[in-house]
């Protein structure tokens, strides 16, 4: 499909990254996001890697995230990815409202680091149907300080659910 480049939120800015760029892949069945952090990545508070599990409220450090919505609706599904190789995956009927655990099949993450890059390449189910996309990137500091990325920004705060960042469109992808 194509590269697509995060922005830092004018709020809150990160002297260690220099850019985050996602590549994004789509078949019939699945969505195959590539992200690769580039910068001072000793600067960054990157978790170390475990197995791969479920697990909640991975946006309060650095995580990399996808928001889907079927196009047109207002339902929505979350997906966090941390580079430990831990995900979540939320359902929501509408903005920040209905949230739900989504029962699905393990996203496949792999993560590989240099002093320069980080890269996260995740890879899940996606159901058929045109959709929208807004990537999304909480990234924290070894200092603690947080930045936070997006294709595109709502006024004011930082708000990732917003509709104002689903501005990736993906056509219905036939097997």
Known sequence: MGFATLTPHPDFRCEAVSGIEVEVARTAA?????????????GLAVPDLVPATRADELWRHTCLEAFVR?????AYAEFNFAPSTQWAAYGFSGYREGMSTLDLAA???????????????AAFDLPPGPCRLALTAVIETTGGARSYW?????????????????VLRLPAEHA
């Open 107 to 121: 996203p496949r993450i792999d993560v590989r680091a240099t002093d320069n890059e980080l890269i996260l390449r």
């Open 150 to 166: 997006a294709l595109a920004h709502p006024p004011g705060r930082p708000d990732f659910h917003h509709a104002a960042g689903f």
């Open 70 to 74: 079927p196009d047109p609706g207002d």
């Open 30 to 42: 699945t969505l195959s996001l590539a992200y690769r952090i580039s910068g001072a990545i000793g």
